[in-house]
């Protein structure tokens, strides 16, 4: 009940007047003189902007402040870019290859070279059934 009230109550206040004082007022709209006309060009080129009419002006063109051509020298606009930090970080130690002793290359050597060598002992069979001493490089 109470909002078919409201609804009423809004569309009657919606058609009630205003007064004078507070309704906006109206400006009527300014006639145009017709002898006041804008006569303006504008030219654009590699050289810039040219502007021709009552008042002529000059804007270059946009040209970047570091642009410097090839082997120019003397000061720049902009400071050089910055370096970044050296990396804290360094090669790793170059791996030590320890060599075993020349007592075991020159048995490994013998044991490649000869079927029958005797590390013990350090001697092998001939084909002739002879023992002899290995002599190896590492000797």
Excluded at 82 to 101: E, F, G, K, N, V
Aim: hydrophobic share 25%; charged share 15%.
């Amino acid at each position: 009940m109470s909002a078919l009230r409201t609804i009423i109550f809004g569309s009657v206040i919606g058609f009630v007047p205003l007064p004078a004082g507070a309704a906006p007022p109206l400006v009527p709209p300014q006639p145009r003189n017709p002898a006041i006309i804008n006569v303006q060009s504008t030219y654009c080129d590699y050289r810039g902007c040219f502007g021709f009419g009552p008042q002529q002006w000059h804007r270059p063109s946009y040209i970047q402040p570091n642009y410097r051509p090839p082997g120019a020298r003397g000061p720049t606009y902009y400071q050089p870019r910055a370096q970044p930090r050296p990396q804290l970080s360094y090669d790793p130690p170059p791996i030590r290859r320890i060599r075993p002793p020349a007592k075991d290359m020159h048995v490994e050597w013998c044991r490649n070279q000869y079927r029958t060598y005797n590390p013990r002992t350090d001697r092998f069979v001939t084909y002739e059934g002879i023992y002899k001493t290995c002599n190896s490089p590492f000797d």
